[in-house]
T-cell receptor, first 117, second 115 residues
């Protein structure tokens, strides 16, 4: 089984400052990793995903994340945030294809990113 | 890109009644669909997984007789909350997995309020 830990429940950041949202995972098999964003009263939007290959993954809205297998981490970063980035961010994990545990995406508890002007 | 729709987007019902939520994959065939529940300011919790034509598999702690899931076709799954109570008020999100490329896509969610 897989699990995801998002270490920060809230991250306040000033506008145009860099931000890092932390995510660690646990799994006995190879995994796929995802970051989703949820704006107030809306559904999920996929920011980026890691399936295989390059450990640095670039997503939408200027976000990127780095897969670190030895640290079992998949931290999300953005060099300069904007007010519109205010939202809830979820890290998620799924077993890689071919494993029976691949059937579910499991979510972390979420990190609320609030941008201050 | 692949689209998953949910209907209704919002529903208010009285305590004791049942409500059905539909989840449709619009441009792909979903061999597997998932139902999640999200309480305010909390994460998404997987409720159940359903494969087309089979009975749903429920996560531990989810009452299968209360949350009836039907996945009768490759593009439609329904979640029926039976005898709803105020504590069932939540945001319900479905997700569909494309049988071709194994990608999983999420619907926009349904906000259920039980009065």
């Amino acid at each position: 089984a897989q699990s995801v830990t998002q270490l920060d429940s809230q991250v306040p950041v000033f506008e145009e400052a860099p931000v890092e949202l932390r995510c660690n995972y646990s799994s006995s098999v190879s995994v796929y990793l995802f970051w989703y964003v949820q704006y107030p009263n809306q559904g999920l939007q996929l920011l980026l995903k890691y399936l295989s290959g390059s450990t640095l993954v670039k997503g939408i809205n200027g976000f990127e994340a780095e897969f670190n297998k030895s640290q079992t981490s998949f931290h999300l970063r953005k060099p300069s945030v904007h007010i519109s980035d205010t939202a809830e961010y979820f890290c998620a994990v799924r077993g890689a294809a071919g494993y029976s545990s691949a059937s579910k995406i499991i979510f972390g508890s979420g990190t609320r990113l609030s941008i201050r002007p | 890109g692949a689209v998953v729709s949910q209907h209704p987007s919002r529903v208010i019902c009285k305590s004791g009644t049942s409500v059905k939520i539909e989840c449709r994959s619009l441009d792909f065939q979903a061999t597997t669909m998932f139902w999640y529940r999200q309480f305010p300011k909390q994460s998404l919790m997987l409720m159940a997984t359903s494969n087309e034509g089979s009975k749903a598999t429920y996560e531990q702690g989810v009452e299968k007789d209360k949350f009836l899931i039907n996945h009768a076709s490759l593009t439609l799954s329904t979640l029926t909350v039976t005898s709803a109570h105020p504590e069932d008020s939540s945001f319900y999100i479905c997700s569909a997995r494309d049988g071709q490329n194994y990608e999983q896509y999420f619907g926009p969610g349904t906000r259920l309020t039980v009065t």
